[in-house]
DNA sequence: TGACAAAATGGAGCGGTGCTCCGATTATTC
DNA sequence: GAATAATCGGAGCACCGCTCCATTTTGTCA
């Protein structure tokens, strides 16, 4: 990649990272580019979708959640662990307001940029409960792809401005369809 | 209202009622007016907001699902009546995707065209939700905000393509939250 | 019936969007 | 330093929501 190539390239993850943090995944490009001071063409060739754009922007965070999911796997309580990443993972999503939405249309879609960040994630949260259902904590009738959506749900609960004072009870309640015998929470 | 002024709104609402249903509430108002033949100007006067021509679309549905809560209140069992009333809710919202959203965002605002149906949806709600606690079947500390909060993801949920295998199991999860001491549904 | 005021109309116009395309520019190589 | 290939950036297209107002239609009253 030539070098004013490579310029462009950085500047224009650095200004989108900010402005979907700041505006949400639907963020225009145009105000991007122009933010970057870069022409429209430019982004579209560097970024050839909005998704090719946002993968690009939200890898690190993707394959951090994985990571910690990884990590919470070796944790004592499967439980605790299984919730500690649904609680991270929704918190993920609210950062950039739009992108629940976007990854549902993904995780299905094999020909979009955020499918393989969606699917690993699907895994991650799916290795967490099935940890958790081995030891009995979680109930035994859910799977990964509906754990996905109930974490989906939550996130864009969390969106919507009238939610905000009901956010942390609804993920309780949510939390406590997933698991199984926790008494009072 | 003159009668050239009656025709064109009586055939604006019928153009809109088709093509929400057909294309989503954020179908374009422009297409709309095309199809009515009609000009932009007149769509907007007769309708200032989208929200306005949308809640005069649905006006009777909204009423509907209102009545019906009413007559589900007499229902021998309070908490079948509440999962009717859900389920039929759910439905509704699906019919005209993209409205739930919507009404998340009328339901705090006063100027919302929607506001007041999304309010008087939410009371209906709220009162099956009571009686279904007072008989000892719903889950106790639950209001009616977080009950329209769970139909609300749960219509969002339905919305979504890569959701829609699911869609039947997820409800049943959730509306195992809601209930209390069901054993096997 | 004919004139006139009020009501209603409809589309041009504004600023915005996503996205494509291509002449001009710049970096690299020889 | 010239040739070449990569890169750039914005004009242009079709769409969006929404406003504004010259024009047309309707209803009324003499």
Not at 80 to 109: C, H, K, N, P
């Amino acid at each position: 990649m030539r070098v004013d190539a490579r310029k462009n390239y950085d500047c224009l993850l650095a200004v989108a990272s900010e402005v979907f943090a700041d505006q949400g995944a639907d963020a225009s490009l145009r105000d991007i580019a122009r933010k970057a001071g870069v022409g429209l063409g430019t982004l579209y060739r560097h970024f050839p979708t909005r998704e090719a754009l946002l993968e690009t922007v939200l890898r690190a965070s993707f394959e951090a959640l994985a990571e910690r999911a990884k990590v919470l796997e070796r944790s004592d309580s499967a439980d605790e662990a299984l919730l500690a990443w649904m609680q991270e993972t929704t918190e993920f999503t609210y950062s950039q307001r739009g992108i629940i939405a976007l990854m549902m249309d993904a995780i299905e879609d094999t020909d979009s940029e955020l499918h393989a960040s969606c699917v690993m994630l699907r895994a991650a949260g799916t290795a967490l409960l099935t940890r958790a259902q081995a030891e009995g904590k979680a109930r035994d009738d859910l799977n990964g792809a509906e754990l996905f959506d109930l974490i989906a749900a939550l996130a864009w609960l969390r969106e919507q401005p009238s939610h905000a004072s009901r956010a942390d009870r609804l993920f309780d309640i949510v939390a406590g369809a997933v698991l199984k015998d926790r008494g009072d929470v």
